[in-house]
Structures are given as structure tokens and as C-alpha cells.
């Protein structure tokens, strides 16, 4: 399947019912969720793979990276009534991914026992809460040696420094990523923001 076409198989699927700005929950867009999963298909790391969707909100990655072959697809997240909307999406789709509902900061929960070969993920980007995304970053390098996360432009500096002695970054990739107005604090209709796509690979 090509970008395009991925994108627009992406397109049609339905977004957050009650977004919580505190979750920052925000629908990866479409276009950025298939460049993600595109690029990260190419290097192998989504056909035949265990692949994990951090914070996988209404499933779009997840459901990606079902149609583009992975063999197991795994969504987390800590609201169920997003899950209810990712179930809707990946049944619209007719792919099979198991959804499940937990915080990915719970240290209750044997984290690395989820062995998977990739984590493809859009962690909050730490504008309601700063460094929302150290946990995202930190449980994607105990599930998967292969990790694609989208994070605001400039992050990378501190993805590296982070990650430090346990990741390497692979590559990044810079992408439009259009916001359209979803919160009370949003002054615009749309704006148009940068994102980096960070390949990391576990050491
Ligand atoms: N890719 C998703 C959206 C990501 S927005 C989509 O396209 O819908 C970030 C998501 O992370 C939100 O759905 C939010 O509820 C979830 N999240 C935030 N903190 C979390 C945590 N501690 N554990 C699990 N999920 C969390």
C-alpha cells in the first residue's frame, strides 16, 4: 500500500468524542500518521512485526500499522472512551489489534513482558504538562528495540541527551503537522506546526 493510499484509508477514521486537554489528546493527523508508518514500513520494522501504539488515543497508528501487515498490533491507553473510538476505527477498518486500557506510568505492570519489535507512538507533546513525554520515551525503549515517536520541533537535542548510553537516533523526519482548533485555549481555526518523526534504536 502506498502513502497515499494509506492516508486515505486513514482519513475516514473518526476522532476523540470528549478530547481532555490535559491528556493532550489529539488525533495524529492523517498525512503524518502515514508518513510515520510509511517510513518506518520501508525500514522493515512494521510487515511481520509486534508492533506497539503508545497512548494510541483513537488508533490510527495502531490501525496503520495493521493495514500495512504488522503481525500483532497492541494499542495502550490510559482513557477508555478513546478506546471505545480506536475499537469503532480498527472494526471500520476490519483489522484485529488489542486494545488495552492502562497508564503507561504504571510501575505495577511488567512492562518489558510485552516484548515487541517496534513502538510507534504520538506522546504528549508537554504543552499541558512539561516532560509528558520522558514516561512515553522511557516505556518505548523497555517494549521495543525499534521505537518512532512524533515530538514538536526541536526536540531532538533532548530526545538525545535523554536517551543518552540507551538509544541511539536512527533518523529524524520533519513534517507538517496541521492543529486544527480542539480546545477552548485554541485561538485559531488551524495552525500548521512542525513535528519531528525520531527513529530510536534501542542499545
Ligand atoms: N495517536 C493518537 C493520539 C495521541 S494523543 C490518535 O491518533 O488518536 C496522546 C494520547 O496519549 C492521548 O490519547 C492520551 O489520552 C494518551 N495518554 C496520555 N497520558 C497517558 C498515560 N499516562 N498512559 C496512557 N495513555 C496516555
New binding site residues.
Given amino acids: 500500500m502506498n502513502l497515499r493510499h494509506l492516508e486515505m484509508r486513514l482519513e475516514r477514521l473518526a476522532g476523540?468524542e470528549r478530547p481532555?486537554a490535559r491528556?493532550?489528546?489529539?488525533?495524529?493527523p492523517a498525512p503524518v500518521?502515514a508518513r510515520l508508518l510509511h517510513h518506518a514500513a520501508m525500514q522493515g520494522a512494521i510487515e511481520g512485526r509486534a508492533v506497539c501504539?503508545?497512548?494510541?488515543?483513537?488508533?490510527?497508528?495502531a490501525c496503520g500499522a495493521a493495514l500495512l501487515g504488522a503481525s500483532w498490533v497492541v494499542g495502550?491507553?490510559?482513557?477508555p472512551a478513546?478506546i471505545d473510538v480506536a475499537r469503532r476505527n480498527a472494526d471500520l477498518l476490519g483489522v484485529d489489534i488489542d486494545f488495552i486500557v492502562?497508564?503507561?506510568?504504571d510501575p505495577g505492570v511488567d512492562w518489558s513482558a510485552l516484548t515487541c519489535d517496534t513502538v510507534v507512538?504520538?506522546?504528549?507533546f508537554g504543552a499541558q504538562k512539561a516532560h509528558?513525554d520522558r514516561?512515553f520515551i522511557d516505556r518505548a525503549l523497555d517494549v521495543a528495540g525499534e521505537v518512532y515517536g512524533i515530538f514538536n520541533e526541536g526536540s531532538t537535542p533532548f530526545v538525545a541527551a535523554y536517551t543518552d548510553g540507551r538509544a541511539t537516533i536512527e533518523e529524524i523526519v520533519r513534517c507538517a503537522f496541521p492543529m486544527r482548533r480542539t480546545f477552548a485555549h485554541h485561538r485559531k481555526e488551524r495552525v500548521d506546526i512542525t513535528v519531528e518523526i525520531i527513529h530510536l534504536r534501542r542499545i
Fill in positions: 476523540f481532555t491528556l493532550e489528546q489529539y488525533q495524529t500518521a501504539d503508545l497512548g494510541c488515543g483513537t488508533g490510527v497508528l495502550i491507553e490510559i482513557d478513546a492502562a497508564d503507561i506510568r507512538m504520538n506522546p504528549p509528558a514516561p
